[in-house]
Nanobody, 115 residues
Framework: VQLVESGGALVQPGGSLRLSCAAS????????MNWYRQAPGKERELVAA????????NYADSVKGRFTISRDNAKNTVDLQMNALKPDDTAVYYC?????????WGQGTQVTVSS
């Protein structure tokens, strides 16, 4: 099983980034896919989730209206479009796949929002 995140970078406040997660080694289309983040000194928090068929999404209140999660079950990828970024969005962002008793994690990608 592999989850490989990409797209993290240093960006100015108000800017945009698109994170991508490439999955392999499991039946991607059967899994709920999540993006989590962890800022220094804080607990890991759920940012966005998308159900297996892509028909249902959920967002943390802090990112509603700014972030959009999407998935491509043909390509085994899940993306997180992040707009209007704020310094408080600075964190390591992790891709997560969850279904049944399985819980898979990527290695994380750093997003830094700073002028």
């Amino acid at each position: 099983v592999q989850l490989v995140e990409s797209g993290g970078a240093l960006v100015q406040p108000g800017g945009s980034l698109r994170l991508s997660c490439a999955a392999s080694g499991f039946t991607f289309r059967s899994y709920t896919m999540n993006w989590y983040r962890q800022a220094p000194g804080k607990e890991r928090e759920l940012v966005a989730a998308i159900r297996s068929n892509g028909g249902s999404t959920n967002y943390a209140d802090s990112v509603k209206g700014r972030f959009t999660i999407s998935r491509d079950n043909a390509k085994n990828t899940v993306d997180l479009q992040m707009n209007a970024l704020k310094p408080d969005d600075t964190a390591v962002y992790y891709c997560n796949a969850r279904a049944f008793t399985n819980d898979f994690w990527g290695q994380g990608t750093q997003v830094t929002v700073s002028s």
